[in-house]
């Protein structure tokens, strides 16, 4: 039997070479992990800060725009200062040469002691009367604390004087005030309330009431209320109180308050002219905004009722006799269709109170 060969490079040294590169690739793989795992929380720690320095950056830029606008406001301040100073230096400068011009004046014309005197005396007059002048333009109620803005240039002579020092203006909240036909406020009133106070009659009674309110000078006391089967001012806690004008506030308040009254219901002008009699000390002037003779009385129908003209006649006689006497009442009259008789009743009420009439046009004020 033949002898094997001797081979160096058997299968156990095969082995233990496989094995030895299996333990220097184990300690790669092994490496190799603990270096990605260190790697990865490197890189969350990177973005952290990386976020943290990108806010710092949005807030440094935040704050940088707000400087810039504190800066860019600041400096327009400083240039309207400036401008205004010049504006001043330059007045001063002209009253300085004035001055001047009337020194040399009074030095080249007066002689004697006794003219210069009679100079000082006759500035002093002319004081007086600039002063007296001034007075007079501040209790002219053409200087008004609301101003009132129309379309168009339109102006129109209306003969209607805002005088006294309590006016109460009356406004008319009935659902007829929705339109101008019986057609129209049936239409209205089946609509939202959002569209009843856009109602083209009813806007053209707010803004008369606006018109009005800025013809009130300052200084007078003030009411606006409403009536329809019930009657009350517009401004919250202030019913019977008369409000005063002062900055216009409460002004602009009570129209702001009427610029939301809904029209509805019926029209009871007793209520309304009840109202003028509770109100303490009683008003010097009355307005009135209607469109009719009322179709209530004393109380509310339970249930309603249609009315006739005889039941509105005899309505407007029991409201009427609520006025208290000496106080003029001034009508301003939105005819409906089919109420013939409402001008000449309410123009025979306003001579008799000696007030006023006025059936404004659809485009006034």
């Known amino acids: 039997m033949a002898r094997r060969q001797f081979n160096v490079f058997n299968l156990s040294f095969l082995d233990i070479m496989s094995c030895g590169l299996g333990a220097v690739v184990l300690v790669f793989m092994i490496i190799s992990a603990q270096v990605s795992v260190r790697a990865d929380k490197a890189d969350i720690r990177l973005v952290s800060d990386t976020f943290r320095l990108e806010e710092e950056v949005l807030d440094g830029r935040k704050n940088l725009v707000r400087l810039r606008t504190a800066f860019d406001g600041k400096q327009q301040d400083k240039i309207s200062v400036e401008g205004e100073s010049k504006q001043l230096q330059l007045t001063i400068e002209e009253l300085l040469e004035e001055l001047v011009q009337y020194d ?9 002691l ?6 000082i005396e006759r500035l002093e007059e002319q004081k007086k009367l600039v002063m007296a002048s001034a007075d007079q333009d501040a209790d002219d109620p053409g200087r008004r604390i609301r101003t009132f803005v129309g379309e168009g240039d339109r102006q129109y002579l209306t003969g209607l004087k805002m005088g006294g020092k309590r006016i109460l203006i009356l406004v008319d909240s009935s659902a007829s005030m929705l339109g101008r036909t019986y057609v129209n406020v049936l ?4 609509m939202q309330d959002e569209m009843k106070i856009l109602a083209p009659k009813w806007r053209n009674v707010v803004e008369t009431v606006d018109w009005l309110t800025t013809q009130i000078p300052v200084g007078t006391n003030f009411q606006i209320m409403t009536f329809n089967d019930e009657a009350g001012s517009v401004v919250e806690d202030s019913e019977n109180e008369w409000l005063e004008v002062t900055d216009g506030s409460n002004l602009t308040e009570a129209m702001e308050a009427l610029r939301y009254v809904v029209p509805q219901n019926g029209t009871s002008l007793y209520k309304a002219f009840k109202k003028i009699g509770e109100i303490k000390p009683r008003p010097d002037n009355v307005y009135l905004l209607t469109d009719g003779l009322p179709t209530q009385g004393r109380t509310t129908p339970d249930p309603p009722r249609e009315t006739d003209a ?13 006025i208290p006497s000496g106080v003029p009442l001034n009508i301003l009259l939105y005819p409906m269709d089919g109420d013939p008789y409402a001008a000449a009743y309410f123009w025979q009420l306003a001579m008799q109170t000696r007030g006023s009439l006025m059936m404004p046009s659809e485009d006034w004020p």
């Open 114 to 119: 006794e003219e210069l005197q009679s100079d």
């Open 310 to 322: 005889n039941d509105r006649l005899r309505f407007f006689d029991q409201a009427r006799k609520e």
């Open 104 to 112: 040399d004046t009074s030095l080249a014309t007066r002689e004697s």
């Open 187 to 190: 239409r209205y009133r089946n």
